[in-house]
Nanobody
Framework: QVQLVESGGGLVQAGGSLRLSCAAS????????MGWHRQAPGKEREFVATINWSGGIISYADSVKGRFTVSRDNAKKTVYLQMNSLKPEDTAVYYC???????????WGQGTQVTVSS
């Protein structure tokens, strides 16, 4: 019943920007923390950013600090990842996830491909 549907991925040149969206359904969105992770082929999935239920506690991986911004709109049941100053090493499949508190991530989206060309 729970679905996390991502959109906004695509191909962009280095230095460009993309905004990813993750629309949730089937869950009490405002009660869940949300996160973004990414995975490149042959590499482990890595943490990118998290935002708690209220949007008041936000964390970023060191590799994206100052370039990426995570936000959420509880009325729209949507979490966003604004990605600026993109680098080729940002190329990966980006996944949206949901959890309660600091539990393990309970729900995952299908992933959306982000490709940054040089």
């Amino acid at each position: 019943q729970v679905q996390l549907v991502e959109s906004g991925g695509g191909l962009v040149q280095a230095g460009g920007s993309l905004r990813l969206s993750c629309a949730a359904s089937g869950l009490a969105f405002s009660m869940f923390g949300m996160g973004w992770h990414r995975q490149a082929p042959g590499k482990e999935r890595e943490f990118v950013a998290t935002i708690n239920w209220s949007g008041g506690i936000i964390s970023y991986a060191d590799s994206v600090k100052g370039r990426f911004t995570v936000s959420r709109d509880n009325a729209k049941k949507t979490v966003y990842l604004q990605m600026n100053s993109l680098k080729p090493e940002d190329t990966a499949v980006y996944y949206c996830a949901a959890r309660r508190g600091t539990d393990d991530w309970r729900y995952w989206g299908q992933g959306t491909q982000v490709t940054v060309s040089s």
